[in-house]
């Protein structure tokens, strides 16, 4: 099964972009790259999923690398509430079905 | 619209111990996913079922974890007999159909804890 690889914690300032990275580099070409986040003592949160091509919404931007074997979640203005766990996951289409691989994630600290 | 809806919140047991968990995932959505997530980890994936078959069990403990989905709406999970290494929060997800782009919605969980 195809894994991803995320730095264990980061740190950013309240109002600055933030540059969220994740390795996937036994990703196929089908895989579908998801983002979800995990505030404390709730349920992960959808953020934003991407094949091929670069992806916006309300939320983020995610930048995916031309082959694709990594890519970036991009938080245009970090406030105090998008302190979260980040987690990158693949979407796979294997013989036992539709797999979704979630790893340990990035803390994101945000300082006021 | 309602979310995914869990109860009970929070259980605590003894080992050997049986204990339930319950999943009302968002009206209409036929994909509704199990998770466990052990304390400083992702959440792993243990079932997966499309309306009220199982389209993916590979990681569920099934000498001692069962889980069903009749008529295709609500869901429960069973521990039985429990061990200590089952102290999780056991997530609930539901989605409008299976496919690789499809969000998942998650529930608050249920926080496990085996004495």
């Known amino acids: 099964d195809a894994k991803t690889t995320q730095p264990n914690s980061m740190e950013s300032n309240e109002e600055e972009p933030v540059h969220l990275p994740c390795n996937h580099s036994t990703i196929s070409g089908t895989d579908y790259i998801h983002w979800y986040r995990q505030l404390p003592s709730q349920g992960p949160e959808y953020v934003i999923h991407g094949l091929t091509s670069n992806v916006n919404n309300r939320m983020a931007s995610l930048a995916i690398a031309e082959d694709r074997k990594s890519s970036t979640l991009i938080l245009h203005r970090a406030t105090l509430r998008d302190a979260a766990v980040y987690y990158c996951i693949l979407r796979a289409l294997n013989t036992g079905g539709f797999k979704t691989i979630f790893g340990a994630g990035t803390r994101l600290f945000v300082k006021a | 619209e309602a979310g995914v809806a869990q109860s009970p919140r929070y259980k605590i047991i003894e080992k050997r111990q049986s204990v339930a968990f319950w999943c009302n995932p968002i009206?209409?959505?036929?994909?509704l996913y199990w998770y466990q997530q052990i304390l400083g980890q992702g959440p792993k994936l243990l079932i997966q079922?499309?309306?009220?078959?199982?389209?993916?069990d590979s990681q569920l403990p099934k000498d001692r974890f069962s889980a069903e989905r009749l008529k295709g709406v609500d869901s429960t999970l069973k521990i039985q007999p429990a061990k200590l290494e089952d102290s999780a929060v056991y997530l609930c997800?539901?989605?409008?159909?299976?496919?690789?782009?499809?969000?998942?919605?998650f529930g608050p969980g249920t926080r496990l804890t085996v004495l």
């Open positions: 997800a539901s989605s409008p159909r299976q496919g690789l782009y499809n969000e998942q919605f």
């Open positions: 079922f499309q309306n009220n078959g199982v389209v993916d």
């Open positions: 009206s209409g959505h036929a994909t």
